[in-house]
């Protein structure tokens, strides 16, 4: 079994915590002004014996939560809202670009909606609202629709879920203040990217997943690429790189009919045409086998196995974020650099 990515492993502390009865402090990052380099929809938890899980601000901020957390960790109740400010030299020293300020809020576990962790151990897209005022009242929007507390404000509510549902959308962790005093976080679980194929290219897509802290695996013939399709979600990818339709067609297949976010097959224009005529005797719709991204990658005239990498990978993040940069699928232009020198 893979060891869990970080943030799946606050999760499981924190239950851990719950479960043994043990009082714990759960801070986030509600608003950002400044921090180049500082990673969005992290958590800091800290429970009454000072053991700590996860990370904000890669720890400039955990002297003033913990000042701010000890009076929640004795009761076992309240929210605040704590602002900080990092000089520059501190958080470059602490290994961020620059400095900033930040408004954290800080929480009892007693305060967090269970519907928050239910969606964070099912690896769901959530959304968690706070109003500046009164931080302990919240409102918290699944990506499935469904929805539990309130603000106080029927109206507000309303606004802040479309809202919400635009940010959920984009597949993109969000920190932001809304109407005023509302504050929105967006979290996304960790992404899995399924690569099917063997050789230098999966070994470079791989290895460049493990750079972005993807939970990456892959996956050499159809029976071990089914096993691991279960459970992939909206967030996760799949990477067809293989050229056997014993194998290709019959994955594809089940990622399109799954809940795979993004799909992706390596292959000149023949090699798609191909598959999509297999993908349509197994009974798929044309609109879904147009949203295989085929050729995969964003057109950057990718040549080396390293340079394809980063094209699939951020054609994975791109369409994630809901942004349509040039991507080969949609390009007539040659697919390989060389190739296009030649036709030039």
């Known amino acids: 079994m893979p060891t869990p990515a970080p ?22 990052v509600a608003e950002y002004r400044g921090f180049g380099g500082a990673r969005r929809g992290e958590l800091l938890a800290i429970n009454v014996r000072g053991e700590q899980a996860g ?12 000042a701010s957390a000890t009076p929640m960790l004795s009761r076992r109740r309240g929210a605040a809202i704590v602002d ?21 809020i800080a929480a009892s576990l007693s305060e967090v909606p269970d519907r928050l962790w239910a969606a964070l151990r099912m690896r769901t897209s959530v959304a968690l609202a706070a109003r500046s005022s009164s931080p302990e009242t919240v409102l918290v929007v699944s990506q499935d629709g469904a929805t ?38 967006i979290y996304h679980p960790v992404r899995r990217l399924l690569v099917v194929g063997e050789g230098e290219l999966a070994d470079a ?15 050499a013939d159809l029976e071990t690429a089914q ?17 056997s339709a014993a194998v290709d067609a019959p994955v594809l297949a089940a990622a399109l009919r799954g809940a795979v976010g993004y799909v992706g097959a390596l292959g000149s224009r023949g090699t ?35 340079e394809t990498a980063v094209a699939i990978c951020a054609e994975i993040l791109a369409v994630a974020a809901g942004r349509q940069p040039i991507s080969l699928r949609d390009s007539s232009r040659p697919i390989h650099a060389e190739a296009e020198a030649v036709a030039v």
């Open 7 to 28: 943030f799946e492993q606050l999760v499981r502390t924190v239950d851990e915590w719950q479960r043994e009865g043990v009082g714990a402090v759960l801070a986030r």
């Open 55 to 66: 990370e904000l601000l890669r720890g400039t901020a955990t002297a003033t939560i913990l």
């Open 84 to 104: 900080v400010r990092v000089p520059s030299d501190e958080a470059v020293a602490a290994g961020l670009s620059c400095g900033g300020e930040a408004t954290i």
């Open 148 to 185: 539990a507390g309130s603000l106080g404000d029927l109206d507000l509510d309303t606004r802040v879920i479309d809202r919400v549902r635009e940010l959920l959308d984009t597949g993109v962790a969000v920190a932001e203040r809304f109407a005023g005093d509302v504050l929105l976080q």
């Open 205 to 219: 897509i791989l290895r460049q997943a493990e750079l972005l802290e993807w939970d990456s695996t892959w996956a």
């Open 227 to 243: 096993r691991q399709l279960v459970g992939l979600g909206s967030s996760d990818g799949v990477v067809v790189l293989t050229h």
């Open 272 to 306: 798609q045409a191909r598959r999509a005529d297999q993908l349509r005797a197994l009974g798929l719709e044309p609109g879904e086998i147009a949203r295989i991204y085929g050729p995969v990658g964003l057109d950057i005239r990718a040549s080396a196995p390293a």
